[in-house]
């Protein structure tokens, strides 16, 4: 015992110095504290930003379709105006091709 009471003394300064270490850790606990949450603070910042670029992707995507469907909306009417042109075109050449036939019937009878 004698022995561990002159190490009493000698014990004592290491343990402000164990105390400083702790304090030491504790500044760190801190840093790394701050780091976490300026970490946290980026990532939560990225996160937003790839949901504001898909909005942005979806919405860009979005406008594209729906000028293609007005595009080919435009070329649909097109094509019914052209076909409701062609359609009583079709029926004239009908008509003159029975014509051509009876006149070809007749110039074979006379």
């Known amino acids: 015992?004698?022995?561990?009471?002159?190490?009493?003394?000698?014990?004592?300064?290491?343990?402000?110095?164990?105390?400083?270490?702790?304090?030491?850790?504790?500044a760190n606990c801190g840093v790394l504290q701050q780091n976490i949450n300026e970490y946290v603070a980026a990532l939560i910042a990225l996160k937003q930003k790839m949901i504001d670029g898909?909005?942005?992707?979806?919405?860009?995507?979005?406008?594209?379709?729906?000028?293609?469907?007005?595009?080919?909306?435009a070329l649909r009417c097109q094509v019914e105006k052209m076909l409701q042109k062609i359609l009583p075109l079709?029926?004239?050449q009908e008509e003159l091709g029975s014509l051509k036939a009876e006149l070809e019937e007749k110039k074979v009878c006379l």
């Open 1 to 26: 015992h004698g022995g561990a009471g002159t190490m009493m003394p000698g014990e004592t300064p290491p343990a402000p110095a164990g105390t400083a270490a702790v304090g030491g850790a504790c």
């Open 54 to 73: 898909d909005i942005c992707v979806f919405g860009n995507y979005f406008f594209n379709c729906t000028s293609h469907f007005r595009e080919i909306s």
């Open 90 to 92: 079709e029926k004239c």
